[in-house]
């Protein structure tokens, strides 16, 4: 993690290729800035493919599902604004 307070988290996540979140939702809201690799994110919006140094902004309580579909990990910081 490379920044954790009171008012906002910071973390660079690696997930390998085939992974996937199932159905999630957090609290706080939520960014996510694409570093390498490419991330399939399933909202009630629709399905969209991210890569890298694509940004998509999660509001809270948002029901997402990620996948890793490509062939390569996903690397992706991830800025959780904490209530």
């Known amino acids: ?3 954790d307070n009171q008012s906002v988290s910071v973390t660079l996540l690696t997930v390998p290729p085939g992974a996937a979140s199932g159905p999630d939702s957090g609290l706080d809201p939520e960014l996510g800035i694409g570093a390498d690799g490419e991330l399939t994110l399933v ?3 629709g399905r969209e493919v991210l ?3 694509c940004a998509r902004w ?3 309580l948002t029901v997402h599902d ?3 579909e490509g062939p390569r990990p996903l690397r992706r910081w991830v800025i959780i604004l904490k209530k």
Request: charged share 0%; glycine share 14%; no cysteine.
């Open 51 to 53: 890569g890298p140094g």
């Open 1 to 3: 993690m490379a920044l």
């Open 58 to 60: 999660l509001p809270s």
């Open 66 to 68: 990620a996948h890793i």
């Open 43 to 45: 909202t009630a919006a």
